[in-house]
């Protein structure tokens, strides 16, 4: 099981391998960006650094003319615990118009934030945001479902800081591996289509999307 996971963590990494980006000026143009959803406070109520960094990543891209929208995808299990929307407050709050963003409230894994946003937005050509050893898994998965990703790597807190997010990442990995060649694993909830149409501009309010 140890040489399993140890095989898994680095096909993950290998498969994964040049399709990061980090820095702007090197990024291709897109369409449209994947924003992977994290608490925007720890268990101990500080501000969470992974979700600061990939708010300010984000911006970023889109203030540089980078992308043109946002998918904002995360959990919306609990009622008082809402991925999606705490981060497009965040966005808005760095002034993202709101017709930039889409909210996916069925973010519950990575595999269903990036099929996802292919069976549900209409998009197989994005760019993917996170920190770089989460995105070499969402990459992964997205080669597997044929999705043509590529990502852009967020500031990765301290090594103090993200120790317990890597050890869980660490098996994560293998799950994603067991996932894709072993169970074939789909998203919990993919419903109807809500195709992104960048001319449009689509938003999709709360209402127009999966909650739970």
Known sequence: ???FSIG???AVKQISKNKIFTRYEKVPNKNVALL?????????????LFFRYRIQTIVELYNSGKIKHIIVSGDNSLFEYNEPREMRR???????PESAITLDFAGFRTLDSVVRCKEVFGQNDFIIVSQQFHLERALFI????GIQAIGFAAKTPPQLYSFKTRVREFFARTV??????????QPKFLGNKEEITISNQVNLLPQDSVQQ
Not at 36 to 48: A, D
Not at 90 to 96: D, H, K, N, S, T
Not at 176 to 185: E, G, H, K
């Open 90 to 96: 965040a966005l808005v709050r760095e002034g993202i």
């Open 1 to 3: 099981m140890i040489l």
């Open 176 to 185: 994603a591996v067991i996932d894709v060649y072993v169970l074939n694993t």
């Open 36 to 48: 992977l959803g994290t608490s925007r406070y720890t268990t101990k109520g500080y501000v969470n």
């Open 142 to 145: 997205a080669g597997k479902f």
């Open 8 to 10: 898994s963590n680095i």
